[in-house]
Structures are given as C-alpha cells and as structure tokens.
C-alpha cells in the first residue's frame, strides 16, 4: 500500500467513470468506482443482464521464453506444464511454510508464453516473488502495467461482446470456460478469456490501456439495450461472496493454508513449488475450517465479528471473514472460519452483531450457483 498521503493511482478509464457519476475508493493504491448507481441494481443486472466491470487495477504479467510453463510451476502450486495452450488454471503462489501469499489465474497463450492475473493488492509480492523463482530458467518475466482489463458478466455477457462494433474474436460462441482466445479491437490486438470472479458466465478482456477507454464506450453501447450496467467493486464483492469465492485479505492470506480454505485441490500432486508440500499437509486438529453461514432477517454478519457456539459463550470459536445480506437470496450469508469441531453442516452457531447474538446455520459453500444451459 502507498504511504497515507500518496495520491491513488487512477484507471485508464477514469474519466469514463467520472463521466458516469461513479462513487470511488483507494483499493490498494488505485482510484476505483465502488459504485455507479446502486449496489442492489448492479448486482442484480449481473445476475439477470450483464455488468461492465473495470478490473485495470489487477496485476498482469507474462513468462516468456521455452521455459516459460516450467518456470510456472517452479513458482505456483498447479501443473502450468500440462496446461493446452488457449487454457487457464486457477491457482496458487505460497509461502514456505503453506499460507497463501496470493490466488491468480495462469493462462497458457502459446508453448512458449503464460499470463497471470494477480491481485492488485499483491502486484509487488507476486512479480518479484516469481522472479526469484524463476532465476536461471530461460524465461522472461514481463510486468504488463501498461494494459487495462475490462470485464463483461452476466447471462448476457457473450451476447453483449457478439454485438460489440469492432471487437473480433473468432468462435466466440465456442470459447469454453477457463479457455482464452486471441482477439481483435479495431486494429489493436487483445486477449479475451471466459473467466470471472461472479458466478456468472462472462468474460475478462486484456487491452492495452491506451485503447480501454474506446472498448468500454463500445460495451456499453452494445450492451445496454441488453440490460448491461456499469458495476463497481461494492457489486463484485456481495456477487463473489454469494458464489462462495475467497478474497485475498478476507479468506485468504498467508496465516492459511490451502486446506483451510478447501483448496487443497489446487495443489498439484507433483509440485515441487515453495510452499506445496507444506499445503499437502493433513489439516491438523486445531486448524479452523472455512465454513458458509446463513441467517434470517436483514441483518448481516460483517468481517471480523466473532463466532460462539451458543448464545452465551464467552469464548469465540470462529470469526467472519466476509458477510452481506444476500442481494439475490434475500438473507444474511457469510463466510468464516471456524473450530473443526463445529464445521459441520446444518450445525447451529452465533454471530455476535454489536452485542446481540444472531443465530446461523453452518452449509456448504457457495451460496448461490447459476443454472446452466
């Protein structure tokens, strides 16, 4: 984070937001649009049209080189090397001893070439941390903090890119999930990948910063008869957080390890990543789980509130990481971690909301799953 009186870093497409009446916050160093309208009204355009997302403040970086799938997994838990080109992974970079430094995605654009997407608030950590990695692999670490990264979610989403005049990406319709595809706007090449963080069907569009401001004019103007709104953060988080999906800072960080948060899975079997046989690990009987906790009424579990396992207790067996009344479900659901012993679904816990003790049911995560054609 910049020192308190360092001004926030603005988007390319700051003055599309200003134009729009956006609200802004500091997100680790940038200006961002929290919101443009309402929460509410974004978040359910997400889930029943489209949503315009400026995703500019996260990190983007490339390995170069014939080594470059190898010097991947030298840095990040999953297999790089058995990646196709044209597809992503979800995964992780770890400290020594398993906790989560940062959760990317890593795109295999060619043989020789992989994107990561990091977290803004990591950008630092994570280049420098894979190229220390990467030392003496015949591959090219290149930060690409000249690009912006515009996002389209929604049931409309593919509609909405399909009727976007100038944007050219050949067999859109046929773009699998986690799958990236070379594109074109006007005359500037892109990269476009069916990936998101809401739940939703959508897709992530890599440009260089210098043309972003021109793609999102072109977005909206495709997208809006359609039902596409331009959505900030506030929308993005209770959308994530509805489709269960842990935030750096919330449910991930490097006091936890992949297993806590039921990501052990990321963990490639074979990798010999800093990190990955500490994260191999059995969860240990003391270790907090990462549970789903749903409420009645209106009011919400926050970060940070303490977890009991009745009315009474005096000694928390659990915290929230992340909590929002539902916008699509219509009730309080959170994420938090929790003692072992009180994981379990359908096991009744209390949230203490300023002094008084909201029942919550422990359940599977996520919260809210969209249905598929």
Known sequence: MPPESSPSRPSPLQAEHEAAGASFVDFAGWSMPVRFDSDLAEHRAVREAAGLFDLSHMAQFT?????????????????????????????????????????????????????VIANAANHDVVVRSVRERVEGLDVIVTD???????????PQAAQVLAETQGLEVDD??????????????????????????TGEDGFEISIPASEAAALWRALRDAGEPLGLVAAGLAARDTLRLEAGMPLYGHELGTSIRPPQAALARVVAASSTAPGAEAARSPLGPD???????????????????????????????????????????????????????????????????????????????????????
């Open 287 to 373: 270790e907090r789980r990462l549970v789903g906790l749903v409420g009645e009424g209106r009011r919400a579990p926050r970060a940070g509130y303490a977890v009991f396992p009745d009315e009474s207790a005096t000694d928390p067996i659990g915290e929230i990481t992340s909590g929002a009344l539902s916008p699509t479900l219509g009730h309080p659901i959170a994420m938090a971690y929790v003692d072992p012993a009180s994981a379990a679904s359908d096991t009744t816990l209390y949230v203490d909301l300023r002094g008084s003790r909201l029942p919550v049911t422990v359940v599977s995560l996520p919260f809210y799953r969209r249905k598929k054609d």
């Open 172 to 197: 859109l319709g046929s773009l699998g999930y986690y799958r990236i595809a070379a594109g074109s706007f006007g005359a500037t090449p892109v990269l476009l990948a069916r990936t998101g963080y």
């Open 144 to 154: 690409l903090d000249d690009r912006a990264l515009i996002a389209v979610q929604g």
């Open 63 to 115: 390995l170069t080189g014939p080594a470059a799938a190898e010097a991947a997994d030298h840095a990040l838990v999953s297999r790089v090397q058995d990646l196709e080109a044209g597809r992503a992974k979800y995964s992780l970079l770890l400290d020594d001893d398993g906790g989560v430094l940062d959760d990317v995605v890593v795109y295999r654009l060619a043989d020789d070439e992989v994107l």
